[in-house]
């Protein structure tokens, strides 16, 4: 068959970009016993605090069992037009990713919930769980010259930077890995520090106008569509 140039390939924050709102805050401030998130929060918003020491803060902090954590993620919905795009990026043989200081289980049990079965790499932060309600968060993809995110979220984009990257996301911690793509969607405080920086990018609030700009995109390889979607 042949081969068109500059084959696609698809990365996704996933807190506020997959979800409506910012996921992991949510769970951060119900499972919470005091206040004190808010503060380390504000730090490492304000530089003074890295990502890492940050979420290792918050997550250490929190107090949930895992069966009550996973309970709640069973219910979380993403936005539908996600489907739709790892439906049409299988179709096309397109990598699908997603990138995100999240953590590896929790966004693995929302997409399961939500009847995406595909594999889809995650690169994100990972947990586990010691004693009843005590979380351990691990930082795997920890880059120290990448103050802004617990996990470097732009060196993922590497290995692909012959293919055409389309990049979406919305936060502070997505900038590295946008300054990386070749077409970004953004809203939120990434689409303001883009537009500060000149950087051009889709402003998006739901994943529709990525779908669309998809459906615009020729592409190499066409395969047989399979459902991935459980009825």
């Given at each position: 068959?042949?081969?068109?140039?500059?084959?696609?390939?698809?990365?996704?924050?996933?807190?506020?970009?997959?979800?409506?709102?910012?996921?992991?805050?949510?769970?951060?401030?119900?499972?919470?016993?005091?206040?004190?998130?808010?503060?380390?929060?504000?730090?490492?918003?304000?530089?003074e605090?890295?990502?890492?020491?940050?979420?290792?803060?918050?997550?250490?902090?929190?107090?949930?069992?895992?069966?009550?954590?996973?309970?709640?993620?069973a219910?979380?919905?993403?936005?539908?037009?996600?489907?739709?795009?790892?439906?049409?990026?299988?179709?096309?043989?397109?990598?699908?990713?997603?990138v995100?200081?999240?953590?590896?289980?929790?966004?693995s049990?929302?997409?399961?919930?939500?009847?995406?079965?595909?594999?889809?790499?995650?690169?994100?932060?990972?947990?586990?769980?010691a004693?009843?309600?005590?979380?351990?968060?691990?930082?795997?993809?920890?880059?120290?010259?990448?103050v802004?995110?617990?996990?470097?979220?732009?060196?993922?984009?590497?290995?692909?930077?012959?293919?055409?990257?389309?990049?979406?996301?919305?936060?502070?911690?997505?900038?590295?890995?946008?300054?990386?793509?070749?077409?970004?969607?953004?809203k939120a405080?990434?689409?303001?520090?883009?537009?500060?920086?000149?950087?051009?990018?889709?402003?998006?609030?739901?994943?529709?106008?990525?779908?669309?700009?998809?459906?615009?995109v020729?592409?190499?390889?066409?395969?047989?569509?399979v459902?991935?979607?459980?009825?």
């Amino acid at each position: 068959m042949r081969k068109l140039p500059h084959k696609p390939v698809l990365f996704f924050d996933f807190d506020n970009t997959l979800t409506q709102g910012d996921l992991l805050d949510e769970l951060i401030e119900r499972y919470s016993p005091n206040e004190e998130w808010r503060d380390w929060e504000h730090a490492w918003a304000e530089g003074e605090l890295p990502a890492r020491e940050c979420l290792r803060l918050q997550i250490e902090n929190m107090r949930v069992s895992r069966a009550e954590l996973f309970d709640f993620l069973a219910r979380v919905r993403i936005d539908p037009a996600f489907v739709d795009i790892v439906q049409w990026a299988h179709a096309r043989r397109v990598a699908v990713n997603i990138v995100s200081d999240s953590f590896q289980p929790l966004i693995s049990h929302v997409l399961k919930a939500n009847g995406v079965d595909v594999d889809i790499p995650i690169f994100a932060n990972q947990v586990s769980f010691a004693g009843d309600d005590r979380l351990v968060p691990h930082f795997p993809h920890y880059d120290p010259a990448c103050v802004r995110s617990a996990n470097a979220k732009a060196h993922h984009l590497t290995p692909y930077r012959l293919n055409k990257i389309i990049f979406a996301g919305d936060g502070h911690s997505d900038l590295d890995a946008a300054l990386a793509a070749d077409v970004v969607f953004a809203k939120a405080s990434l689409a303001r520090e883009l537009d500060a920086l000149g950087t051009p990018f889709f402003p998006f609030e739901t994943l529709e106008p990525v779908l669309a700009y998809l459906e615009t995109v020729e592409t190499i390889v066409v395969a047989p569509v399979v459902s991935l979607i459980r009825a």
